[in-house]
């Protein structure tokens, strides 16, 4: 069971990056998922959750309306497209596996977003 | 600033036994189940608790969690310095829609 996050890199901010996930070793299309992010030296933040058939969606506020999470169930993939990037937004983004009753199972190594000029 | 409160850090001699708090609401917490994770310096968070109370298979019986009303608790007994790592509690808030993590507690097994 592995999830490999890519993507991460660094960008000006304003500008936009798609993150992704890998998922191998589970039945990908039957779990929902998690975007969950931590800045350098904080506490982890909840960004993002997609159910298993993309049927609900919820997102953190500091994130609403720049981020978009989308999965394809037949890749195996989920995804993270952010628009608008700010400097608040640099953080190590992990891709995270759900499990019901609001518990996070699995996560990924993480990739490295820098915002910065 | 957190939606649930964790203090900052707490510490104990190898051995012993700590508990960790994290505080809520009736939003959170208080109609959610609470579920811990356990940072090791430079890793990915890890799953010790579930369903307030509920061990990941391979998790030491020495993790334990517990729920009262709109506050959680992980408890760690017999410490040993490779407990030494951040925790942190999360829940689901029903009221605002989001997922909500606590600051975070460093252990320190002195």
Known sequence: VQLVESGGALVQPGRSLRLSCAASGFTF???SMNWVRQAPGKGLEWVSYIRSTSSAIYYADSVKGRFTISRDNAKNSLYLQMNSLRAEDTAVYYCVRDLPMNAF????QGTMVTVSS | QSVLTQPPSVSAAPGQKVSI?????SSNIGNNYVSWYQQLPGTAPKLLIYENNRRLSGIPDRFSGSKSGTSA???ITGLQTG???DYYCATW???LSVGVFGGGTKLTVL
């Open chain 1, 29 to 31: 299309r039957s779990y």
């Open chain 1, 105 to 108: 199972d699995i996560w990924g």
């Open chain 2, 21 to 25: 708090s994290c505080s809520g609401s």
């Open chain 2, 73 to 75: 608790t992980l408890g």
């Open chain 2, 83 to 85: 407990d030494e790592a």
């Open chain 2, 93 to 95: 808030d029903s009221s």
